[in-house]
């Protein structure tokens, strides 16, 4: 659907009207049995754009807590994997969902006790390759430590 949006992005008109009929024809079809995959490809992605990209919702403000993109994007296929191994096959959106919130919580933990303090060594200017190596490893050293201390609380 990407490359659909993409090649069609003049065409497709993002409104109100348009999100609340598409999530109703998700609910609806989902309902009647239509293929799941098919309908939240189509209505889903849909609403999902259309939810991104409203003025109304300040979704620019979520960077302000951390890049979680690559964490979400590392962390979603083992878990939605997980997901389906321990809970079976779901409905689509449920899966979405579930998947989303957990890899939601991996990414978030990875900014925090990973990938922020690496960065901190890269604005600090060290270009030394061997003396980098090190910092990271005493990086990850810091936030396993950190990762346990904030279990522990």
């Not at 949006?5 to 348009?18: E, F, P, S, W």
């Not at 598409?22 to 609806?28: E, F």
């Not at 600090?124 to 609380?153: D, M, P, T, W, Y």
């Amino acid at each position: 659907m990407g490359m659909f949006y993409y090649i069609y992005c003049t065409k497709i008109v993002l409104n109100r009207t348009g999100f609340y009929i598409a999530l109703a024809l998700y609910v609806i079809l989902t309902n009647f049995g239509v293929n799941q995959l098919l309908v939240f490809s189509v209505f889903g992605c849909y609403a999902l754009t259309y939810f991104a990209y409203s003025p109304k919702i300040e979704l620019h403000k979520f960077g302000k807590f951390g890049d979680f993109s690559y964490g979400m994007y590392i962390y979603a296929f083992p878990v939605q994997q997980m997901i389906v191994k321990y809970l079976g096959v779901m409905n689509t959106a449920a899966n979405f969902i579930i998947v989303f919130l957990i890899t939601l919580f991996f990414a978030v933990m990875s900014w925090k006790f990973v990938e922020n303090p690496a960065l901190q060594l890269k604005s600090k200017g060290n270009a030394n390759i061997a003396k980098f190596e090190g910092h990271i490893a005493l990086v990850l050293k810091q936030a396993l430590c950190r990762i346990r201390r904030f279990f522990r609380k």
